[in-house]
């Protein structure tokens, strides 16, 4: 997945340096190897473009441990991802340098959220086939749709270099749907949406990066229907920490 040689990817001695951006959930600082980063989860937890903000105890720990099995899972089927290894805290991760792509691509295997409320349609609704849309990730602009026709015309801006690297992010996602289905499938949970993102490597590859967690996916229980993930808080839901604290124990205890 990476063409620089493995000496640039050794952690021994690795040590974190400055912070370098600091995200709505997640810190990324500077590491001693100009190649690599480190990831940090944190507490925070935000909705409606920040609007609603707040601290939920653990959630850093265990969205860092689902991401990271998550994105194991998903290198051992094929999918090219910014993941190295563990970092220096339970909540941190070592990850590949790259150049933020900004897009967010969303995967939907069944209706819900903004796609009910654009389109005023009823929640639940299957697709026959992961469905795969774009949003122009600008916290100015609310991250709106962007269809492949505006990506295109705006390549320098989404900072792409021709129209088959959105075909990419399009295969990737379709295919990230359906491996992550069978993730669910084996701890008792249906996923119903997720959202990724992509960046670019020094070498020019275009891999998966950022995470996928419960802040990032709608996930329900395949038997009751219960929300496990950042809906609950979102809909002020009772004890929002339990969907992060159920799925983290349903993992570590497979």
């Known amino acids: 997945m990476y063409s620089k040689p493995k000496e640039v990817l050794k952690l021994e001695g690795i040590k974190r340096l400055d912070l370098i951006h600091s995200g709505k959930a997640n810190d990324v600082f500077a590491t001693s190897n100009a190649f690599i980063y480190e990831i940090e989860s944190t ?3 935000s909705a409606g473009n920040g609007a609603k903000k707040d601290v939920i ?16 899972y998903l290198a051992d089927h094929g999918i090219p991802t910014h993941f190295v290894g563990d970092g220096t805290t339970p909540a941190s991760k070592f990850v590949l340098a790259a150049d933020m792509i900004p897009l967010e691509v969303i995967g939907r295997l069944k209706t819900a959220g903004s796609f009910c409320k654009r389109y005023e349609c009823p929640e639940g609704i299957e697709f026959d086939e992961p469905f795969v849309e774009f949003t122009y990730k600008s916290d100015n602009a609310g991250d709106p749709p962007i269809d492949r026709k505006t990506i295109a015309a705006l390549l320098d801006q989404m900072q792409l270099e021709n129209e088959r690297e959105i075909d990419l992010m399009e295969f990737y996602t379709a295919h990230i ?7 669910w499938l084996n701890f008792g949970v249906e996923i119903i949406d997720f959202k990724v993102e992509f960046g670019r490597l020094e070498n020019g590859e275009i891999i998966l990066c950022d995470e996928i967690s419960p802040d990032t996916c709608r996930l329900v229980d395949l038997e009751t229907g ?8 979102r809909e002020n839901m009772k004890d929002p920490e339990k969907g992060y604290n159920e799925l983290l124990a349903r993992l570590c205890n497979s």
């Not at 749907?177 to 993730?183: I, K, M, N, P, V």
């Not at 929300?227 to 808080?233: A, G, I, P, Y």
Request: proline share 3%; net charge neutral; hydrophobic share 35%.
């Open 43 to 45: 507490d925070r937890v």
């Open 57 to 72: 105890p653990g959630k850093g720990v265990s969205n860092n441990t689902i991401s990271t099995a998550i994105f194991k």
């Open 177 to 183: 749907a359906e491996l992550l289905q069978e993730f």
């Open 226 to 233: 219960e929300k496990l993930d950042k809906d609950r808080f």
